[in-house]
């Protein structure tokens, strides 16, 4: 394909010399070959980008990092622009930073924790921001900062035509928030600007317990802790295996806690059970790496999402059984509760199923495709059993690649209207449209 001689990033090519490189994934299950990733510096590459995307008649999907576990950002016969070498992080004033459309979460972190300001960010430091953002983001500050979305006040984005704007709610408030939530899909993002929160004290880090000498008493309080929690406090229980042992790890944040709130938790650390206790004060960038295992990067993955009613003894004991048939020592399996500001947004937001409460979250990690099957039906069968349990809100959707429209009855209009008002040909792949496989 020919770029304008003005294009300064690089372009790799099926068939190419380091294509197989280009077009991997975090997740590799997700196995596309795109017609080129072409690897954008500046907003003037992305324009260029789009143009040569248009001359040969192909759409476009855009990346971040790579890290959607769903693939929305790449596709078979597309241009990928990727934009993961546009990583600059810029303090404004006030509590304003903006963010190139490649940047991390780490680096974002770094740059703001270190002038005492913070942003609602994923769980893992290498997910992008541009991604996560636009598909809500979840995050340890949700309780008392609500999503990443919700603290996003504006966007330097490139158009499907390639005229650069900038959107906010006093320009275009139904394009604004779109991108608030639900924004997959509708331009590219060159730079995202956030509303920081001023950094207070920080308790976090894990407990783990035993699962051969749980109690239903810990169960219990984990439960109404779960059902009532503290404003300052994000919970995710979770069944994982460490030192080749399966646990329930208890994660938790707490923004600014009382010392009620603490004692709360120190309830819970008090049970015999509990093997390990690495709860203490923390920087905002050791919290937000807390979960990182670089070792997951690259195995196949699949990922089971769903809203759940309501939180009881029942569902942990049944996640304990299902949890030890586990067919790989990567599989996980998370437990999170949503409650204060994420329930009341700061700011007008497209983000569905706002009164959703609590979420399950099974993910399958393995090496070999031979053990596909086996992993798989290890997903299935949770489904099937917590199926009693299970909310029909369509699941957190950077979760997962396809979606019907019953969880989106409010919003998906709105967003379809957008889409046809700034991509009207359909140029962007991954789009928020029902019962579509991305």
Same mark, same amino acid.
């Given at each position: 394909m020919r770029l304008s001689t003005s294009f300064s990033g690089r372009i790799i090519e099926r068939g190419k010399p380091g294509f197989d490189e280009a077009? !991997?994934?975090? @997740?590799?299950?997700i196995d596309c070959y795109p017609t080129a990733v072409l690897y954008c510096r500046s907003e003037t590459d +992305?324009?260029?980008?789009l143009q040569a995307a248009r001359n040969i008649g192909r759409q476009v $999907?855009?990346?971040?990092? !790579?890290?959607?576990?769903?693939?929305?950002?790449?596709?078979?016969?597309?241009?990928?622009? #990727?934009?993961?070498?546009?990583? #600059? +992080?810029?303090?404004? %004033?006030? !509590?304003?930073?903006?963010?190139?459309?490649?940047?991390? *979460?780490? &680096?974002f972190d770094a740059a703001t924790s270190r002038r005492g300001w913070a942003v609602t960010g994923g769980?893992?430091?290498?997910t992008g921001v541009g991604g996560l953002t636009l598909g809500g983001g979840i995050g340890w500050l949700l309780p008392s900062a609500g999503l990443a979305c919700d603290s996003l006040i504006g966007a330097c984005v490139v158009m499907a035509d390639g005229e650069k704007r900038y959107v906010s709610d006093a320009d275009d408030p139904e394009f604004m928030r779109c991108l608030r939530g639900l924004g997959h899909g509708l331009a590219v993002?060159?730079?995202?600007?956030?509303?920081?929160?001023?950094?207070?004290?920080?308790? $976090?880090g894990s407990l783990t317990v035993d699962l051969n000498r749980l109690s239903d008493m810990l169960v219990d309080q984990l439960c109404r802790l779960m059902t009532n929690p503290p404003q300052s406090l994000m919970l995710s229980p979770s069944f994982i295996y460490r030192e080749s042992r399966p646990v329930m790890s208890i994660d938790l944040a707490m923004h600014?806690?009382?010392?009620?709130?603490?004692?709360?938790? @120190?309830?819970?650390?008090?049970?015999?059970?509990?093997? &390990? %206790?690495? +709860? !203490?004060t923390r920087s905002y960038e050791l919290l937000q790496s807390m979960l990182d295992n670089p070792a997951r990067a690259g195995l196949r993955a699949r990922w089971i999402p769903r809203y759940l009613n309501f939180i009881e003894p029942g569902i942990i004991l049944q996640l304990i059984e299902i949890f030890r048939d586990a067919p790989s020592r990567e599989n996980i399996i998370f437990l999170e509760h949503y409650h204060g500001v994420y329930g009341a947004p700061l700011r007008p937001s497209a983000f569905p199923s706002r009164d959703a409460r609590f979420?399950?979250?099974?993910?399958? @990690? *393995?090496? %070999?495709?031979?053990? #596909?099957?086996? %992993?798989?039906? *290890?997903?299935?069968?949770?489904d099937r059993k917590i199926n009693r349990w299970a909310s029909p809100r369509e699941p957190y959707l950077n979760y997962v690649s396809r979606f019907s429209s019953r969880g989106l009855q409010d919003w998906l209009p709105t967003h379809l209207n957008v889409k046809r008002r700034v991509d009207p040909d359909g140029l962007f792949v991954n789009a928020l449209s029902p019962n579509v496989e991305n």
């Open positions: 077009r !991997g994934m975090f @997740n590799s299950s +992305v324009q260029l980008a $999907a855009v990346r971040s990092t !790579g890290h959607s576990v769903s693939g929305r950002s790449i596709a078979d016969d597309v241009i990928v622009i #990727d934009l993961s070498e546009m990583r #600059d +992080v810029i303090p404004l %004033n006030d !509590g304003i930073f903006a963010c190139q459309g490649g940047t991390t *979460w780490a &680096k769980t893992v430091s290498s993002l060159t730079q995202l600007h956030f509303a920081a929160r001023p950094l207070l004290a920080l308790v $976090a600014d806690p009382s010392p009620s709130d603490l004692d709360q938790v @120190n309830q819970l650390a008090r049970h015999r059970a509990v093997l &390990k %206790n690495t +709860v !203490g979420s399950l979250l099974a993910i399958a @990690n *393995w090496s %070999n495709a031979a053990d #596909d099957s086996a %992993n798989h039906q *290890w997903l299935l069968e949770i």
